[in-house]
C-alpha cells in the first residue's frame, strides 16, 4: 500500500501531572482575560498508508473504523445541507436510515452534524476566527462516556440502555456525529463522506485503534461551553501508533468509525 507524510499534532505529556486539559469555548467577557487553554501540542511528522487497495480488510471491531458504500442523492450538496435546513433534516433521515439497517440497530439517533469547507489559506490562517469549521490537526477522540451518557439522556433515551452496550460513530458529508443504539446499545459511530468526487485535499487521517494504548496514550480533557463541559479525550504521541487515509475518497463512501465504545473487547479507538 503507498504511504505519505503528513504533520499532526499530539498533546504534550509533561504539563498536565497536576492539572486537568482544558479548551474553553466561551466569548471574551465570560473568559475575563483569563486563557481558552491549556492545550501545549507537539507536532509530529506520521507515515499514513492508503487504504484504497485494501479497503475490506479493515473492520470497526477490529481497527475502530471501516468503510461503506451509499450512493449519495443529487440534492445533498455542501449548499444544501446546512444545519437547520429542511434538506439537512432529510439527509439526516437517510443515514438513520442506512445504519439502522446495515447494523441491525433498535434506534440511530444523529446528535450532531457538521460540514466543513476549508479555506483557501488554511493551514496558513491558523488561529483567525473563521465561518466555516476548519480540518483539525490536533489528534483527538471527540467524546468520553460521561458524553455518551449526556447524550441518552439530552435525547430522552431509556436510560436502560446505559446498561448495555453503547458506541458512539461519527458519520457524516463532511462530518455527521451519531450513536447506534441496538439490541444491547450498540457502539457509539460516525461517519465521514465529501459531498463531491473525488476528494484530494485533506482527507481524513485514522489510527488503528489496535495501536493505541489506552493507559498510557490517552488523556481526558474538558471542552467547557457557557452551558455545559463536554469530556473529550486527547491524546499523546507513540512510535505504535499507526495511521491510514483513504485515497480519493467518493461522496459515495462512508467513512465510519467509533468515538466511543462501551465494550472494553472491542477496538475503541479513532
Known amino acids: 500500500m503507498e504511504t505519505a507524510i503528513a504533520t499532526v499534532f499530539y498533546l504534550d505529556k509533561s504539563p498536565y501531572k497536576n492539572e486537568k ?4 469555548c466561551l466569548p471574551p467577557e465570560l473568559l ?5 487553554t491549556n492545550h501545549v501540542h507537539i507536532p509530529a511528522d506520521i507515515t499514513v498508508t492508503n487504504i484504497r487497495s485494501e479497503v475490506a480488510t479493515f473492520s470497526l471491531d477490529e481497527n475502530g473504523f471501516e468503510v461503506a458504500e451509499q450512493t449519495l442523492d443529487d440534492q445533498f450538496n455542501y449548499e444544501s445541507v446546512k444545519s437547520g435546513s429542511e434538506i439537512e433534516q ?4 437517510e443515514m438513520e436510515a442506512f445504519l439502522t439497517e ?3 440497530a433498535k434506534k ?3 446528535f450532531d452534524v457538521e460540514t466543513r469547507k ?3 489559506e488554511f493551514p496558513g490562517n491558523i488561529g483567525q476566527k473563521s465561518s466555516l469549521e476548519q480540518p483539525v490537526r490536533g489528534v483527538h477522540v471527540a467524546s468520553a462516556i460521561e458524553r455518551a ?3 441518552v439522556r439530552q435525547h430522552n433515551l431509556d436510560e436502560q440502555l446505559l446498561s448495555g452496550r453503547m458506541q458512539i460513530i461519527k458519520s457524516g458529508a463532511s462530518l455527521l456525529i451519531m450513536p447506534s443504539i441496538g439490541a444491547d446499545l450498540s457502539p457509539t459511530r460516525s461517519s465521514w463522506r465529501p459531498f463531491f468526487s473525488d476528494l484530494e485535499d485533506w482527507p481524513l487521517g485514522l489510527c488503528d485503534a489496535r495501536t493505541i494504548d489506552i493507559e498510557e496514550d490517552i488523556i481526558p480533557s474538558d471542552t467547557v461551553f457557557p452551558n455545559n463541559v463536554a469530556e473529550t479525550l486527547q491524546v499523546h504521541r507513540s512510535s505504535a501508533h499507526k495511521w491510514y487515509f483513504l485515497d480519493k475518497q467518493s ?3 462512508l467513512l465510519l468509525f467509533k468515538i466511543f465504545d462501551s465494550d472494553d473487547t472491542s477496538s475503541r479507538g479513532k
Open 21 to 24: 486539559p482544558y479548551f474553553c
Open 32 to 36: 475575563q482575560g483569563n486563557s481558552s
Open 90 to 93: 432529510r439527509y439526516i433521515q
Open 102 to 104: 446495515r447494523f441491525e
Open 108 to 110: 440511530v439517533v444523529v
Open 118 to 120: 476549508r479555506n483557501r
Open 149 to 151: 451518557v449526556y447524550i
Open 251 to 253: 461522496q459515495n463512501e
